[in-house]
């Protein structure tokens, strides 16, 4: 039997003074009251009533168990009135984490529509390039390519970004086609590590994996800010696909290397395992999911 209907019932009996009364009030026999009843005194290994032909009194365990039960239902109430306002109007502040040029492209122009559908709550975004700490720091979840390892945080997928290589016409006339990976070593490559060098994968036809370690005297820590250096023939550029599929048709770009596959990245949606049930949390992670759905291009 479910011990939390029963202990309803045990409190009933209580009240009402009889199995009968609570039989006729539930709708259900006086057998199956006193059923509920005895499965709890097997389950605590005490009787809970003194019963005699006139009355039934509780006993010291009874007495115990009473107010147990009725501090359990009370929460149980409490959880439940305050879980049905929450679906029906949930308010409060969120605090999120994103990369500089998702939130600035991608997270930023959604933002409205979530505000729209849920007028009480509120957005704190922090555009960042760095990992954030989301228990340290206070923020209620973050969107990452890197999927955590900690068992503290959950990892729910978005979206998966395409990557294109391109470069401007007028700097390939200076500089000649790659047209090999390993090529891309004598090339100015733009990229957002502030390091010396950053290292580029590329898979060929045959399966197999390469690594380039690629290198530039300009360096930004900012995908929208590097695509505007490409254009300028600043040099070779790893850029997201749906952030130069316009350039690369009208001319702007020239795609680079496409017989070898670039890696894909998954955006992932994280918070702390410990706010799973944070209904605010949840209810931003499925309209990110439901707005992206993956809807990036692949590349041609």
């Known amino acids: 039997m479910d011990r939390l209907t029963s202990m309803r019932i045990f409190t009933r009996v209580v009240d009402l003074g009889s199995y009968s009364a609570v039989a006729s009030e539930e709708g259900i026999s006086a057998q199956m009251v006193g059923k509920h009843v005895q499965g709890l005194e097997q389950w605590l290994g005490g009787k809970l009533f003194h019963k005699t032909t006139r009355q039934q009194t509780l006993t010291e365990l009874g007495q115990l168990f009473l107010a147990r039960c009725q501090r359990v239902l009370e929460e149980?109430?409490?959880?439940?009135?305050?879980?049905?306002?929450?679906?029906?109007e949930p308010?409060?502040?969120?605090?999120?984490?994103?990369?500089?040029?998702?939130?600035?492209?991608?997270?930023?122009?959604?933002?409205?529509?979530?505000?729209?559908?849920?007028?009480?709550?509120?957005?704190?975004?922090?555009l960042t390039p760095r990992w954030v700490d989301l228990v340290e720091e206070g923020v209620d979840a973050a969107i990452r390519t890197l999927r955590p390892q900690d068992e503290a945080l959950v990892a729910r997928p978005?979206?998966?970004?395409?990557?294109?290589?391109?470069?401007?016409?007028?700097?390939?006339?200076?500089?000649?086609?790659?047209?090999q990976p390993a090529d891309l070593a004598r090339h100015q490559c733009l990229h957002g590590n502030w390091g010396e060098?950053?290292?580029?994968?590329?898979?060929?036809?045959?399966?197999?994996s390469e690594e380039v370690r690629v290198a530039s005297r300009l360096r930004i820590n900012h995908w929208p800010a590097l695509l505007t250096a490409a254009l300028s023939g600043a040099g070779i550029s790893l850029q997201p696909a749906d952030q130069v599929q316009e350039h690369i048709a009208a001319g702007r770009l020239l795609p680079l290397l496409d017989t070898y596959r670039i890696p894909d990245k998954t955006l992932h949606f994280i918070y702390p395992a410990a706010r799973r049930q944070v209904l605010k949390i949840t209810l931003l992670g499925d309209f990110l999911a439901e707005a992206l759905a993956d809807k990036s291009p692949q590349p041609a």
């Open 197 to 208: 060098h950053e290292r580029w994968q590329f898979v060929g036809e045959d399966g197999q």
């Open 158 to 179: 978005l979206l998966t970004q395409h990557y294109r290589l391109c470069a401007a016409p007028d700097y390939l006339a200076r500089h000649g086609v790659p047209r």
């Open 91 to 126: 308010a409060g502040r969120l605090r999120i984490a994103a990369p500089l040029s998702f939130g600035h492209h991608r997270l930023v122009p959604l933002l409205p529509a979530f505000l729209d559908r849920y007028p009480k709550l509120e957005v704190d975004l922090q």
């Open 76 to 88: 149980l109430a409490l959880t439940e009135s305050l879980t049905q306002h929450l679906l029906a």
